[in-house]
């Protein structure tokens, strides 16, 4: 079974654009979830989808979105990009509503400069 | 508000000799704990995870304990492996906030020859 797959693996964006990141869930998973990996700060949520709808969101900035499409895969945006978004990008799929083990993708790695 | 912390950034241990990785969480409605492992340019893995209602899980060479009153868990890795040095986050989860997985900020095991 393929895992989660998120594309692309590297970027380097400039202050004040946008960008946009995919996620391939593990067929037959309904729910994925979006988190920033930055030095010292451990995984931050940033949200979840699950059937297309956002059910959960992290405390990020509404610069940062999301959805999903009916296929489960999901897509992540950032708009006016700043330096501080520079960080790893991770996608984690899971089964169902009850996220006790989530897989996660190899990330993307954004970089601002 | 970092409601689950890892208070060692780093842990370096001899091989065949025992690993201890701690983790506090602030959130009393937690229910649900996991560990997960993450080697550079890799998406974390699940690596062993435990309910609220016990207090300790093994699985092979790992080891989780929960003590619910301190709201502390803790790793053991009995023997440490060279394969074992990676970044090790721990998670928490609530049924009432749909298992959203909130992350410590990670601890850097380094296993010596």
């Known amino acids: 079974k393929a895992g989660v797959t998120q594309t692309p693996r590297y970027l380097i964006k400039t202050r004040g654009q946008q960008v946009t990141l995919s996620c391939s869930p593990i067929s037959g998973h309904r729910s994925v979830s979006w988190y920033q990996q930055t030095p010292g700060q451990g995984l931050q949520f940033l949200f979840e989808?699950?059937?297309?709808?956002?059910?959960n969101k992290g405390n990020f900035p509404g610069r940062f979105s999301g959805r999903q499409f009916s296929n489960s895969r999901s897509e992540m945006n950032v708009s006016t990009l700043e330096l501080g978004d520079s960080a790893l990008y991770l996608c984690a799929s899971s089964r169902d509503t009850v996220n006790t083990e989530a897989f996660f993708g190899q990330g993307t790695r954004l970089t601002v400069v | 508000d970092q409601q689950v912390k890892q208070n060692s950034p780093s842990l370096s241990v001899q091989e065949g000799r025992i690993s201890i990785l701690n983790c506090d969480y602030t959130?009393?409605?937690?229910?649900?704990f996991l560990w997960y492992k993450k080697y550079p340019a890799e998406g974390p893995t699940f690596l062993i995870s435990i309910s609220s209602i016990k207090d300790k899980n093994e699985d092979g060479r790992f080891t989780v304990f929960l003590n619910k009153s301190a709201k502390h868990l803790s790793l053991h890795i009995v023997p440490s492996q060279p394969g074992d040095s990676a970044v090790y986050f721990c998670a928490a989860s609530s049924f009432s906030n749909d298992y959203k997985l909130s992350f410590g900020a990670g601890t850097t095991v380094t296993v010596r020859a």
């Open positions: 959130n009393s409605m937690f229910d649900y």
């Open positions: 989808y699950f059937s297309e709808t956002q059910r």
